[in-house]
């Protein structure tokens, strides 16, 4: 068990993989915007110039994607011998300071292992396939495992870059490109703290440095872990929102200022990267656009004709983009998710989903009580300063807040179970999109409140040094929530996977009966064998029982080993289908120690020997 907490060598490859990632993103983003923004701008820039490549080739062309992903790299390489593409000192210093201050979160997130039941439904089999196959799934294809294999694919694509140099990247690689945009979203929360003052191309010193990697996460109210740093889509969303507003807001001001947008590409890349980054990006960014045109509109001195041409424009590459996967998902013949036929949409159940909705606010105060601090903080600042990029970005996010709401609340009536619209199935989870905007609009708060106050000045050198330390420290304290993947009862199953593994090879076919399970055991068992390496390409049969009429069919059916995940005795078997019947090839008792530890309801527990 303690090699899961220790990194190996193979994790130093993953991690080199991913810092390698960010650099070509910053790279290309360079290359193709300038340095008109700052480098974790260019960062998000270079995601969605990316996104838009391998999305029209493996739509359109039925060629590999390695070609246009090596093609990319080489791209963004050869971008660095021109003057205005190439990185400049200041741009590697801010990278190189985020990446010295967040070492103990790199040490403690190495050995991470995939985690959380969607990643092995369909995230992590949907980055597995591109780099077993180089296209996207169609019905015509190599069949894929995933649940959903046309669900959107903007975070894979990061994965798939990484595998470029280690094929085995996107089982750890969605945790740590996840880290890699929470800290560019960090970078740009600390240059925002350090004001108009700080040039685009200027380093940001070592305490703003920590106090926006703070900021992002620890002090994020919707920031949670075992989401964040997971294959989800949440960080993907989180982060490039911040990074629109941050945009949209900049954009109205040189709009009021007479000036021409000067950031039209970047902000029109980074909505691309959001829109297909989970199939709820569509719904984010046109509630960004829509709160950027409130926002516009609702301020006097907005020429409105020019803020309508800029919003088109941003918007464009991101309307583009989604037609284009619509495209693909109405010619490809796979799943995803789907509207329910308009007889059968959840009108009725409005009421009790505002009532769920309600109750997750109470239980979720801390994140809804910002909100509410946010929103009052407005008409103060408003009366007391007028029109500023602090104001300009309250409006934004209260715009954005209202409009994200109408469209999960459209989204509980036309695509969820009428149980999930009931329970407002994740409506936290889905809210904490805007987290980062939030914090951005809070941080702006605070610093319109104290930044220039004496106190601040006097005791900043100090504040600065606190805060570096608790930036380095932070990690080690929360390591416990950091490794989410180790909790209770996930272990065993990982322990069952690499039990069996010798035992098996490609192509063989393997039944799972794992008595009591509802599901999550099977797709997280199976993910582990199947997508973890050392891989095994199995034929796998699944069954929530293990009498003899689960064998029989197993027998009958094909399927010559079976693994029952719980028998008498707390053990795991596999049996063998032979002249005789089956008998068994290996036994694997469970760890009476597991017991001792707390456990969670993330997977089922009968099929691991244990009863609720």
């Known amino acids: 068990m303690l090699e899961a907490y220790l990194p190996q060598p193979a994790d130093l490859v993953k991690l080199a993989a991913t810092w390698g990632v960010g650099v070509v993103l910053a790279f290309a983003g360079s290359g193709l915007v300038g340095r008109r923004v700052a480098v974790e701008y260019r960062l998000l820039a270079g995601w969605g110039a990316l996104c838009l490549l391998l999305t029209v080739w493996g739509v359109l062309l ?16 050869a971008s660095q011998l021109t003057a205005r593409g190439r990185l400049q000192l200041a741009d590697w210093r801010s990278l190189g300071r985020m990446l010295l201050l967040t070492l103990p979160l790199w040490v403690i997130m190495m050995p991470i292992r995939p985690s959380q039941p969607d990643t092995f439904l369909n995230l992590l089999p949907n980055a597995v396939y591109l780099v077993d196959h180089g296209i996207l799934p169609t019905a015509a294809s190599p069949p894929s495992f995933s ?3 046309a669900a959107p694919y903007n975070v894979q694509f990061l994965t798939f870059l990484g595998a470029l140099v280690d094929p085995g990247y996107p089982a750890a690689g969605f945790s740590f490109v996840n880290v890699l945009l929470e800290l560019a979203a960090g970078l740009a929360i600390g240059r925002w703290l350090a004001g108009p003052a700080l040039s685009a191309d200027a380093p940001l010193s070592w305490a703003l440095t920590a106090l926006g990697f703070l900021a992002a996460t620890l002090l994020n109210p919707g ?8 294959a989800y889509g949440e960080t993907a969303l989180m982060v490039t929102a911040l990074f629109a507003a941050s945009l949209l807001v900049t954009a109205q001001g040189e709009l009021v200022a007479g000036r021409r947008p000067a950031q039209l590409l970047p902000l029109g890349l980074i909505l691309a990267a959001m829109v297909n980054a989970k199939q709820s990006g569509a719904g984010l960014v046109a509630a960004l656009l829509g709160a950027a045109l409130v ?25 583009l983009l989604f037609g284009l996967w619509r495209y693909y998902v109405a010619g490809a013949g796979v799943a995803e998710l789907t509207e329910l036929p308009p007889g059968a949409w959840n009108w009725g159940i409005l009421p009790e989903t505002a009532a769920s909705a309600a109750r997750v606010i109470g239980e979720k105060g801390v994140y809804f009580g910002c909100v509410a601090i946010a929103l009052a903080s407005l008409p103060v600042l408003l009366r007391r300063h007028g029109w500023s990029a602090t104001t300009r970005l309250l409006v934004l996010y209260a715009a954005a807040f209202v409009f994200y709401n109408l469209y999960l609340t459209a989204a509980y009536v036309v695509h969820f179970s009428p149980l999930m619209t009931e329970e407002a199935h994740s409506f936290f989870r889905y809210n904490t999109h805007l987290a980062l905007v ?21 005791y900043r050198r100090p504040a600065g040094v606190a805060v570096i330390a608790i930036a380095l420290l932070t990690p080690i304290a929360f390591f416990y929530r950091l490794r989410f993947d180790l909790v209770m009862p996930q272990p065993l199953v990982w322990q069952l996977a690499n039990e069996v593994k010798p035992y098996v090879k490609d192509g063989d076919r393997l039944a799972l009966l794992l008595p009591g399970d509802n599901g999550s055991v099977n797709a997280m068992l199976a993910g582990v064998l199947r997508d973890v390496p050392p891989r095994r390409r199995l034929d796998l049969l699944y069954r929530p029982s293990a009498d003899p009429a689960a064998l029989a069919e197993a027998a009958r059916l094909g399927y010559p080993l079976a693994l029952i995940s719980c028998t008498q005795g707390d053990a795991a078997v596999l049996l063998e289908d032979g002249p005789q019947g089956w008998h068994q090839r290996a036994i694997w008792h469970y760890p009476a120690a597991a017991r001792r530890h707390h456990w969670q309801s993330i997977l089922a527990w009968p099929p691991l020997c244990r009863e609720r």
């Open 62 to 77: 039925p060629a590999s994607l390695r070609y246009p992903a090596v093609a990319f790299v080489i791209a963004a390489a």
């Open 147 to 149: 649940l959903l294999p």
């Open 438 to 458: 939030l914090v951005l609009a809070l941080a702006a708060v605070l610093r319109e409140g104290v930044g220039d106050a004496g106190i601040a000045r006097r």
């Open 223 to 230: 920031f949670v872990p075992r989401f964040n740093f997971s």
């Open 295 to 319: 926002a516009g509109w609702a301020e006097r001195a907005t020429p409105r004709p020019a803020l309508l041409r800029a919003l088109a424009i941003a918007g464009l590459p991101a309307v």
